[in-house]
């Protein structure tokens, strides 16, 4: 009965509009002075544990990262080059747009960033060679699904402190699902231009194309520092995401890509928006203590083994939960909330929990594109000078493809596992 009150609390809270941190707080600071056996001082050393964690370190240090690389114009060096390979082929913008999204991936590890990013840059240029503002709005809001898939993933750090599992591990889990994601959107385009002949780009004369690809090769020495570092035992996470971020600090200023001024804004942005992920993070882990401290986990296991044995039904099923939870809920404090209560589940029916934290960022993020939370959503209505219903209908035919890939992840798990495996992570 508590459980269900606490719940219905934080739902309510959720209606009305109170920002996410706040409606886990409040119910939960309500629970702590009417329960017996707790105090405020005990929830809070808890709170206080999870926080002390040297593995979230890499959270302000990726954040730092995709900042950096948003505001040096680094998406535009990258799409450029692109161009020069892809240019001429049918469909070329579009592929260039899933390219750029899964390079651009390897410094941001954040959706909204890439959508950002991708989006000023690709909307206006594909809108111009002819195609529908509401594909293009989709396919960018579809493609920025992979950047909190590949590292750096602050959700995956997230997922790896709150299940003890290995931060390089999750890391490195991500990076063929998110090549397969890449695989499958580059697959949609390819159906839906092939019978679209007037969807060719001009390609860049002989000339250009060379410096183009040239012009990127610095910006991609960034993604070799972080996956090279931790799969060759170089680096911890935390150490190679704070190395990545010196090199591009140096490289955007040191070739005059960043002003210090630019470089000031950054840093602020980095600052505040740390400041919000981890504000989430302690009301996410209060309430997480309190869920685990009604049974809530122990709960949840029963009734779903009363429903089912079979592993293929259980993921089905808790798929599904998360798809619901992702619309009204970020990634991160999701992940909070959802983590203390599926990993035991989980790891009853022997999934690996590598791939699980796989399955649920992903999950979690394909929220983002879908009302009313939809983060993406807002984003590319803004970069994209477009009206929300025109977004919603170009994005709405990408979830076919992101489901898909996200079926294929959560029944084929050596996608998740062979590359942690290889580093023995």
């Excluded at 410094?107 to 206006?124: E, K, L």
């Excluded at 090769?217 to 150490?239: D, Q």
């Excluded at 591009?248 to 470089?263: D, F, K, N, T, Y």
Aim: charged residues 10%; proline residues 6%; hydrophobic residues 60%.
């Amino acid at each position: 009965m508590t459980l269900t009150l606490l719940l219905l609390a934080i739902v309510l809270l959720l209606l009305v509009r109170v920002p996410v941190a706040a409606a886990l707080l409040l119910p939960c600071f309500g629970y702590i002075l009417l329960a017996d056996g707790i105090t405020m001082g005990i929830a809070l050393q808890k709170v206080a544990s999870l926080l002390n964690s040297f593995a979230l370190l890499a959270v302000p240090l990726f954040i730092l990262v995709g900042f950096i690389a948003n505001a040096a114009g680094m998406a535009d060096r990258m799409v450029h080059a692109l161009h020069a390979v892809f240019g001429g082929v049918r469909g070329s913008l579009g592929y260039v747009n899933v390219a750029g999204s899964l390079m651009f991936s390897w410094m941001s590890g954040s959706s909204t960033a890439d959508a950002a990013a991708m989006g000023s840059v690709m909307v206006p240029s594909m809108r111009k060679n002819g195609y529908p503002a509401g594909f293009a709005a989709g396919l960018t809001g579809a493609a920025s699904m992979i950047g909190p898939v590949m590292p750096p993933s602050v959700g995956a750090v997230v997922y790896a402190v709150l299940s003890g599992s290995s931060v390089g591990g999750v890391l490195l889990a991500g990076v063929l699902p998110a090549v397969v994601l890449a695989a499958g959107l580059c697959l949609y385009v390819f159906l839906y231009t092939r019978k679209r002949p007037e969807l060719v780009t001009e390609p860049l004369p002989r000339g250009q194309r060379l410096p183009a690809v040239a012009g990127a090769l610095p910006v991609l020495a960034a993604p070799v520092i972080l996956l090279g570092g931790i799969l060759g035992g170089v680096f911890t996470p935390t150490e190679a995401a704070g190395v990545a971020a010196l090199y591009l600090i140096l490289l955007s200023v040191g070739a005059r890509w960043l002003s210090w001024r630019g470089l000031y804004q950054a840093l602020v942005g980095t600052a505040s928006t740390t400041g919000r992920v981890m504000f989430i993070a302690a009301a996410g882990g209060l309430f997480s203590y309190v869920l685990v401290r009604e049974g809530a986990p122990a709960q949840a296991a029963e009734a779903i083994l009363a429903i089912t044995d079979s592993q293929v039904i259980f993921l089905l099923l808790m798929n599904l939960l998360l798809l619901v939870i992702g619309m009204v809920l970020e990634p991160a404090s999701a992940l909070l909330v959802t983590v203390p209560v599926i990993l035991p589940i989980a790891l009853e029916f022997g999934v690996d929990p590598l791939q699980l934290g796989v399955i649920m960022v992903l999950n979690l993020t394909i929220g983002l594109l879908t009302p009313p939370v939809g983060l993406v959503l807002y984003v590319l209505t803004s970069v994209g000078q477009l009206s929300f219903r025109d977004v919603v209908r170009g994005t709405s035919p990408l979830l076919i493809p992101l489901i898909f890939v996200l079926l294929t992840i959560t029944y084929i798990p050596e996608l998740s596992t062979i590359i942690p495996e290889l580093a023995g992570l």
